[in-house]
């Protein structure tokens, strides 16, 4: 399947911190067909396994995204929200979401709140119910809701604007990687589509533990350095390539690992950038600390406007990703 499509795809799935199974059905299906082995652990990881005789690679992509989940239903019909992962209310409101059983409804602020410094309490969702008897037939405390945002990208343009790239184009990156790899592989790939890393790396740590592998490689987008005016929190550009992590704030990778991607890359042609992320963190974070340690690295695909309703990333990096992870997973290592 197309990344464009493939992101369509699982975009249309729910698959929040902790509600993930919608999403990690969808995956499944599309992994099958390559995979040796399927199982999906405690936790929820679903760990999709192609068997080799060589050294345990674990490729972790995170299939949960951001969302809201219901803690109050009020006398006029209005919810309360909080926040599943890095939310930020100022960017959220006004933003279309949805539940999963399809109920739709909008995050508004309250009128008095100060807009600059706005907080979640101080915003409520609106799903068009008329009263809270209304609303509890139509949600429960508890439910969880994402962005319902359009995919969408320009004729003659790579770029694609996309709720919940992170990480769901990380989830496609390692579709597509596996989709290609050929019958017989060298190494004992593990693909593991993890949950709860939105919350804290938590479903990577029971993954990484349960694989026991000889190297970790996190597949997650990254933070960019080119819009105006950026903070220069990442160091990436849109366009410049697959990203070979070398630092972020969960995790300093394996030098070797990256010099092994680096060189993979200038072997097969593979246009690539360096990634430091001065905040936030990936899978891989959880991984390399895992039992005595594991060989840890990443590869990112850079994309601006992260944990907002609408991300953006360049497919061609995205392609770059895949071409990579493909490369390590048959590398001798
Ligand atoms: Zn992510």
Do not use: W
């Amino acid at each position: 399947m197309e990344l464009l499509e493939l992101i369509e795809t699982l975009n249309s799935a729910h698959g929040p911190s902790g509600d993930e199974g919608s999403v990690r059905a969808v995956i499944e299906k599309l992994a099958a067909p390559y995979a040796d082995e399927v199982s999906i652990d405690t936790l929820g990881n679903l760990i999709v396994r192609k068997k080799g005789s060589g050294p345990k690679v674990l490729f972790a992509a995170h299939m949960d995204s951001i969302g809201f989940i219901v803690t109050h239903i009020e006398e006029k019909g209005f919810l309360r929200v909080g926040r599943l992962g890095g939310i930020s209310p100022k960017e959220a409101v006004y933003t279309p979401v949805r539940f999963k059983n399809g109920v739709r409804g909008l995050l508004v602020p309250e009128e008095k709140a100060d807009f600059g410094k706005l907080k979640l309490d101080e915003c409520f969702l609106d799903i068009g119910a008329r009263s809270e008897e209304e609303a509890k037939q139509l949600v429960r405390v508890g439910d969880t809701a994402v962005y319902d945002t359009a995919v969408f990208a320009n004729e003659g343009s790579g770029q694609v604007f996309s709720p919940y790239l992170d990480n769901r184009i990380s989830c496609a990156v390692l579709l597509s990687a596996l989709e290609r790899l050929p019958r017989d592989c060298p190494n004992d790939l593990y693909f593991a589509f993890t949950v709860q890393e939105e919350v804290g790396l938590r479903g990577a740590r029971t993954a990484a533990f349960g694989v026991d592998p000889d190297y970790g490689i996190a597949v997650d987008v990254t933070d960019v350095d080119d819009t105006p005016g950026s903070e220069k929190s990442g160091t990436t550009q849109l366009g410049k390539g697959a990203a070979v992590k070398v630092m972020d704030s969960s995790v300093i990778c394996y030098p070797a690992v990256v010099a092994k991607l680096e060189d993979l890359a200038q072997k097969h042609n593979i246009p690539v950038q360096r990634d430091i992320l001065r905040g936030g963190g990936t899978d891989a974070g959880a991984i390399h600390t895992t039992r005595m340690g594991v060989r840890t690295g990443g590869i990112s695909v850079p994309c601006r406007y992260i944990h907002t309703p609408n991300e953006a990333s360049d497919l061609a990096d995205a392609r770059a990703c895949a071409d990579l992870v493909l490369a390590f997973a048959q590398a001798e290592l």
